[in-house]
């Protein structure tokens, strides 16, 4: 049994749909995100989950109860948002007390639990401090503790740590992951922040324009995409067009500029393209990974390298990054190890070997 599920909601402002008819289904403690680029919906799902929006279409179920229409307050929801909006007039501790005291806890009982979990998230000295007097990842602590306290079935997170700099972002992703594994509570957390997604769900529903794109574990979104849209915005691959291709039991040759490529073969692909009635070209791009693509000096290693002219070449350290360009004119960004540096300069000829891990995608 689904813990949350939405089923074909819909919602528009005016003549605008902002979601169209979307479905999904969340299990009992699992870390869902929805991700996706700025203006694709994905503040308005997690509202339609807290309450704050009602769907024009469409159901919301918490468990086995029809929420749609429920007021936000009954819906055993915690939210975190990412302004964080604590009250600047209460000191931390009268702060994460605030859903306890609402609910008519005894203060006792408040007292206990406050104290638990600021020590969880490592904020007991700082309990008479104000927000104003706190940096921006304690602030963060503070709006978690106190969404946390209640110990609702659900922990809403709207891009908790998108106002927190890089460092503390990356060390907040394991404090949110631990306490909710621990808790072994239903999160949905929104992030347009793509490692983000992938370094801390169980789950990714990629949003693109109010509908899922692909919803996948964080491997198979990346490892696996099967849009274009999803390759991209994952990982930025590159988008190659295909001039043909044919499957050949488990490998497939994809004909694109200068040569012909051979790669795993997906059956999700082959049966659509089987089912698909649109010319292959216009419908498939190959898309490869930075990492994917091998630069070699001469064309003999393999039969199936392209040949390709150096752009430019910047060191990074532990790696060294190619553009090329192809013999019609795409380019390409290539990675490869700082070991296997074959140390190009622009306008030098080198030949690409591509990974079997490169993949066909639905334009
Ligand atoms: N009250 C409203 N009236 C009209 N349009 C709205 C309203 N609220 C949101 N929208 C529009 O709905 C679309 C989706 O907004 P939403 O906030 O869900 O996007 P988002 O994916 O969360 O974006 P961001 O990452 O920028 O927060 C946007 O185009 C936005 O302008």
């Excluded at 929805?34 to 009602?54: D, E, V």
């Excluded at 019609?328 to 290539?334: E, F, I, R, S, V």
Aim: proline share 4%.
């Amino acid at each position: 049994m689904a813990e949350i599920k939405l089923s074909n909601v819909v919602k528009k402002y005016g003549d605008v749909t902002i979601i169209d008819q979307l479905s999904l289904a969340v299990a009992h403690g699992e870390f869902f995100t929805l991700l996706g680029p700025s203006g694709c919906g994905k503040t308005t799902l997690l509202r339609m989950i807290a309450g704050f929006i009602i769907p024009d279409a469409g159901q919301v179920h918490i468990g086995e109860k029809d929420v749609t229409h429920l007021a936000a307050h009954k819906r055993e929801t915690g939210m975190v948002f990412q302004d964080y909006a604590l009250f600047p007039d209460k000191t931390v501790f009268d702060n994460v007390a605030y859903g306890l005291r609402v609910r008519k806890f005894s203060s006792q009982l408040i007292d206990t639990k406050v104290d638990r979990i600021l020590q969880r998230v490592e904020l007991a000295h700082l309990k008479k401090r104000y927000p104003g007097e706190l940096s921006g990842g304690q602030r963060q602590r503070v709006a978690l503790a106190r969404a946390l306290v209640i110990e609702p079935r659900i922990l809403l997170m709207d891009e908790p740590l998108s106002n927190l700099d890089a460092k503390l972002r990356i060390q907040m992703r394991d404090v949110i992951r631990e306490l909710q594994q621990e808790a072994k509570i239903t999160t949905i957390f929104v992030t347009h922040d793509q490692e983000e997604a992938l370094s801390m769900s169980d789950r990714i529903a990629l949003l693109r324009s109010g509908r899922i794109d692909q919803l996948d574990t964080p491997e198979g979104l990346y490892s696996r995409p099967l849009t274009a849209y999803a390759a991209d915005f994952i990982g930025g691959a590159n988008l190659i067009p295909i001039t043909d291709w044919t499957s050949r039991g488990t490998q497939t040759e994809v004909a694109i500029a200068g040569g012909v490529v051979l790669i795993d073969s997906d059956p999700t692909i082959t049966a659509h393209a089987q089912a698909s009635a649109k010319s292959l070209q216009a419908t498939y791009q190959l898309a490869v990974r930075a990492e994917h693509i091998h630069i070699q000096t001469a064309s003999k290693t393999s039969t199936h390298s392209v040949p390709a002219h150096v752009v430019f070449r910047r060191y990074l350290g532990f790696k060294v990054t190619y553009c090329v360009k192809l013999v019609d004119g795409n380019t390409l960004m290539a990675d490869v190890a700082a070991a296997d540096d074959p140390r190009k300069q622009a306008g030098e000829a080198v030949f690409l070997n591509f990974s079997p891990e490169c993949r066909l995608v639905l334009v």
